[in-house]
């Protein structure tokens, strides 16, 4: 965590391929705070704000997504296996009514940063027009939604799904350590991550689990009050 509080901004953050870290790396900055006393970051009204994390997939496992850096175009869908975001809720009172301001924070989109919500969803995944019409329902995008200071504590990662057969690297790794947490387990691959807990679109689960709850783009953006 303490090398992202010393990156000279949020975006430099990025390690392209490895938007899980990227995230929980965020979330500590966002929750201690910069080392860097130049950046300027407005705190006023932080105990309004709530984090949290969303892990992007479907049931298949490919998710199409517009505005990835990583694709060449903003028009051309990157097909993610997973993605992971930061999605940021800061309450505020109006005249009438409590009001929800809710921003996406994705350091490998093209998209504004920070991004509203709806806009994000909008530029990311539109109405899947770039999908067979009978095929949309399969690339449809799911959400697990986490807590912000679950993922924190309970996330854990070896890379190791990102070492092919003969021992390379699919893309270049971290140069920071990878991340550890108490009581961490092997998986069934024997590896040392629990990755593949928050990937995984079947297990539905609860908002207060250590992997949150799963839900459907209409869900999503219920919880966050845009319906």
Request: glycine share 4%; proline share 4%; hydrophobic share 30%.
């Amino acid at each position: 965590g303490i090398t992202a509080r010393s990156c000279s901004s949020e975006q430099k953050i990025r390690v392209p391929s490895y938007c899980e870290e990227n995230v929980w790396r965020l979330v500590h900055r966002r929750l201690y705070g910069p080392l860097n006393t130049h950046e300027k970051r407005d705190d006023t009204g932080k105990e309004n704000e709530t984090y949290h994390v969303a892990f992007i997939s479907n049931e298949r496992r490919c998710c199409p997504m517009l505005n990835q850096q990583a694709s060449k175009s903003s028009d051309i869908p990157c097909v993610w296996d997973y993605h992971v975001i930061l999605i940021q809720s800061t309450k505020g009172f109006g005249k009438h009514k409590s009001e929800n301001d809710v921003k996406v924070l994705d350091i490998d989109t093209r998209l504004p940063y920070p991004c509203s919500l709806e806009e994000y969803l909008d530029g990311s995944f539109g109405d899947l027009q770039y999908v067979n019409e009978t095929d949309r329902s399969k690339y449809a995008p799911m959400f697990r939604v986490v807590r912000a200071e679950l993922y924190l504590q309970h996330f854990y990662s070896d890379r190791m799904h990102m070492k092919q057969e003969d021992g390379d690297w699919m893309a270049t790794p971290p140069k920071y350590d990878y991340i550890t947490a108490q009581n961490m387990t092997l998986n069934k691959k024997g590896h040392q991550s629990n990755l593949d807990d928050y990937i995984d679109m079947h297990k539905k689960g609860k908002s207060s689990a250590p992997t949150g709850e799963v839900m459907t783009l209409k869900e999503l953006r219920s919880k966050f009050d845009l319906d």
